[in-house]
């Protein structure tokens, strides 16, 4: 009876199956279609005549012998040297997570363990500051660092990103941290363990997926940032983002915009792998931190 009063209506199990369908398909058609497009050339792709030749690859069997070809991942790569900013994008994205993370854990603990009423105010100047335009707070940065003679750098690029990125990862973590009860830190220092013991020991474990979670939005804010990398990096050290801009900005030069499509699935297909790989910890992470202790 019990089984019986559970199950779900047929009509509802189909509309929901319907529809969640229905969006996987929406949301996935733009990443495969660019993928697909990816292997042919721009003549196909962008085909005015017919979009049929963006699947059939009549121009890209005619020029390659095959209606695939990587020609777009040949020029990215090897001809364009994409994989030096891959190697950039590697570089400012690791060292900004990491320092985000250190600096994020240690604020937002002791914010949510003080006792003291400047810690609202606080958390309400760094919200007021991540609110702010990124191009307002880059400007900002230029003046000094011209005349320092530091600007174009990869360390520049990270100490700007880990700025920005700061206010919110405190505020992420905060919230984390008023989740777990304070009788945890207590009972640990009971046990013999210092105050950073506690934190270290005790804590940090109970709340790794809220890390995780954080640390992948910060990961996201530094892989995807155009404004900040493009602004202080020259084209020497560019990260993947401004590459693939530079890359349609010459769209008038034939066989170009294909260098684009390649790079943009490039940068795509890690993003996936890193959603796929941590969406467990991603999902208890984010509940953990809605729930308060």
Partial sequence: MANLANRKPPSLVFVSTAFVLFWLVVAAFPFLWTMWGSFKVEGDFFSRADWMNAITGPVTQRQNGSAFTGAGYEGAWVQQEFWRAVINTSIVVFFTVVISLTLGTLGGYALARSGFKYTF?????????????????????????????????????????????????????????????????????????????????????????????????????????????????????????????????????????????????????????????????????????????
């Avoid at 500051?129 to 530091?150: C, D, K």
């Avoid at 297909?269 to 984010?286: A, E, N």
């Fill in 121 to 293: 105010w606080l958390l309400m100047a760094a919200l007021v500051f991540r609110a702010m335009p990124h191009v307002t707070l880059v400007s900002g940065y230029l003046l000094p660092f011209f005349e320092l003679n530091i600007w174009g750098y990869l360390p520049t690029t990270i100490i700007v990103l880990v700025a920005i990125n700061q206010p919110f990862t405190l505020w992420m973590l905060h919230s984390f941290f008023l989740s777990i009860p304070k009788d945890l830190d207590e009972a640990a220092m009971v046990d013999g363990c210092t105050r950073f013991q506690a934190f270290r020991l005790a804590i940090i474990p109970v709340m790794w997926p809220g890390v995780v979670t954080t640390g992948l939005f910060s990961f996201l804010l530094a892989y995807n940032d155009f404004t900040v990398t493009s602004m202080l990096l020259t084209q020497e050290n560019a990260t993947m983002i401004p590459k693939i801009n530079s890359f349609l900005g010459s769209t008038q030069e034939e066989g170009k915009v294909m260098y684009a499509v390649a790079a943009v699935v490039s940068a795509i297909v890690p993003l996936f792998v890193l959603i796929l790989f941590f969406q467990r910890q991603i999902v208890s992470g984010l509940t953990a931190g809605a729930v308060k202790g």
